[in-house]
């Protein structure tokens, strides 16, 4: 009988023996997460996607141990619109997050727009299935809605228990040595309109004393109001941007209003490694929301002049430097095989972006166009990398459409919890496609919006692994042929700046990659079968959309001064609590080596 019984047993103990030791996802519940998202960087800006002037060995790390994606894909270009699908796995436009207008971001923290707070992140699910969630660095979703401290937008209002970093985003304002970067165009318009009711009150006031014109002392007084009034009532909110947007929080708290650039990188990274270190004992979920690479590429002196492209350059090798240092931390804590890091960017990099002769915005390899430009691969196209060692496979390449909206639904059953049956949730879950148990995207269709205006349309053609693309809508490159709008700075979505194609152009990505060679009827058979597929594919689409307010409306973008966050009493609003800290523990650390 035991003979009997061994000789059943062991060819199968055998065989399970010779099994290779793979780890198997069903016995991995709730991963650490760790998300890592770049701010304006381009697909060719980083070394494992063929950058050869700008070191990054740690980003590159992550994809030699892991996967990396060649065609991940950002809902919108732009950061407000895309990082609202990021949080959401959700096209911007069903949340009200893209504009109809040229307003196409949140613009100030004192605004009344930003993430609806009945929209569902995957933050506010991974908090209830038990993780602890911190969100670390750039925000740009809102913060108020109808007063100063309701924090209706704010992150811990959608699912982070912990936040330190910017409730908007960085711009040159935030540097007082660079040139001031927001709504630059219109300042202009609203000081030289200044300057000529200035003008006009100036020599009616003169014409009256020299009796050259027949003016009231009344009249002029009004005209002398209203000049001034006119001054105050854009003074006050442009003359101050520093002060109102360029501001760090912890949690509902101004710390620093202004900011002080040069130590954000320090703190921001001391944030992201003591969030981990307090968290290492349950399950956790780290946004690392870089300030990199956004002008005015706040760069420490360690990492000046070091790259072979300049402040740009510099900027993104220290960024990489941080990763490094977020993935030590992560290992030092015994976390390593436990935690899913994935790093991506919100958008594509800004050419458009130059002072001078300096180039300040970023690559986008062979990609044609950039941020702001909505169907272009340049703008949309991004880095996407995922590592979790013993479920990953490492050394991957997936060429397959993905989209920074498959997070969502990907984070959520990690964590063991249901994406919501009561909206339209975009994205899709993409650990079947990560660990090669399914060779194909879920993804047939990918719409590529500029604002709230349809530009491209994506359809991946699974029979046939083909990949076609139609634009709608492209932007006129100023100067003709130039690859972008430099004259403009942005690439409009509407209007006379903009090109609409009927037929659409038509490209094959699979063989035509930085969409150079448009198709037609007469180079291609499949011509008007595909477009004919593509356009049923957009109805269908348009069926799913329903209205929903506008976040972004010209009157929720404005500046309201009863919304601004201010750490002093409005207006007089400036602190700098974290120098106050750093004095506070010295004096403590002084204290108790005279005790000893």
């Known amino acids: 009988m035991i003979w009997q019984l061994a000789s059943y047993w062991s060819p199968l103990i055998f065989g399970l023996l010779l099994q290779p030791p793979v780890t198997q996802l069903s016995i991995i519940t709730r991963p650490n997460i760790v998300l890592l998202m770049a701010d304006d960087l381009g697909i060719g800006d980083v070394g494992c996607y063929g950058n050869d002037t700008i070191r990054t060995p740690n980003i590159d790390r992550l994809a030699k141990e892991g996967v990396k994606l060649t065609q991940h894909i950002a809902a919108a270009p732009l950061c407000t619109p895309s990082r609202a699908a990021f949080l959401t796995g959700r096209y911007p436009l069903r949340s009200g997050m893209d504009a109809i207008n040229n307003y196409r971001v949140i613009f100030w923290n004192a605004g009344s727009g930003g993430l609806p707070p009945n929209e569902t992140t995957f933050a506010k699910i991974l908090q209830k299935q038990g993780y602890s969630t911190g969100l670390i660095g750039k925000w740009h979703q809102g913060v108020n809605c109808e007063s100063r401290n309701d924090h209706c937008h704010h992150p811990l209002n959608h699912g982070f228990d912990y936040f330190y970093g910017m409730p908007f985003t960085l711009i040159s304002d935030c540097q007082p040595t660079e040139t001031p970067e927001m709504d630059r165009a219109f300042r202009r318009k609203l000081w030289l309109s200044t300057q000529m009711i200035g003008l006009i009150a100036l020599t009616a006031a003169l014409g009256r004393l020299t009796g050259l014109i027949p003016v009231h002392w009344k009249t002029l007084t009004c005209l002398a109001g209203f000049s001034l009034l006119f001054f105050v009532s854009w003074f006050s909110s442009y003359g101050f941007v520093r002060y109102w947007n360029c501001i760090m929080m912890r949690n509902h708290e101004v710390t620093e209003q202004p900011m ?148 969502y639904p990907t984070v959520v059953h990690l964590a063991g919890g249901a994406v919501p049956q009561d909206r339209i949730i975009d994205g899709r879950d993409l650990m079947p496609l990560l660990r090669g148990t399914v060779a194909r995207s879920e993804h047939e269709f990918l719409f590529h919006y500029c604002g709230i205006h349809l530009h491209a349309v994506r359809w991946h053609q699974k029979d046939s692994g083909a990949i076609w693309k139609a634009h709608y809508v492209t932007p006129i490159f100023s100067p003709p042929g130039a690859g972008a709008c430099y004259a403009r700075g942005f690439c409009p979505c509407f209007g006379e700046g903009v090109t609409h194609h009927d037929p659409p152009l038509l490209f094959d990505l699979s063989r035509d990659p930085s969409e150079a060679k448009p198709l037609s009827a007469d180079t291609e058979p499949l011509f008007d079968t595909v477009i004919r597929k593509i356009g049923r594919a957009i109805e269908e689409h348009r069926r799913t959309l329903t209205p929903v307010p506008e976040q972004l409306s010209v009157y929720n973008v404005v500046w309201k001064p009863w919304l601004q966050p201010c750490c002093g009493t409005f207006p007089f609003c400036w602190c700098d609590k974290e120098s106050e800290l750093a004095d506070l523990k010295r004096i403590e650390t002084d204290t108790s080596s005279e005790m000893y």
């Open 260 to 407: 002080v650039t040069d130590r954000t990188t320090s703190l921001i990274l001391r944030e992201s490694i003591s969030f981990i270190e307090r968290n290492k004992h349950k399950p956790l979920l780290l946004f690392l929301s870089f300030l990199h690479s956004h002008t005015p590429l706040l760069t420490t002196e360690k990492f000046l002049q070091r790259s072979r492209h300049g402040l740009y350059g510099d900027n993104v090798e220290e960024m990489d430097w941080i990763v490094g240092q977020v993935l030590d931390a992560i290992d030092k804590e015994g976390l390593k095989d436990t935690t899913l890091v994935y790093f991506a960017s919100d958008h594509g990099g800004w050419l458009e972006r130059q002072e001078d002769k300096r180039q300040l915005g970023g690559w986008n390899g062979i990609y044609k166009g950039g941020k702001a430009m909505g169907g272009w691969e340049g703008g949309i196209r991004v880095p996407g990398i995922f590592r979790w060692p013993g479920v990953l496979p490492p050394g991957t390449v997936i060429d397959e459409p993905t989209s920074l909206m498959d997070i």
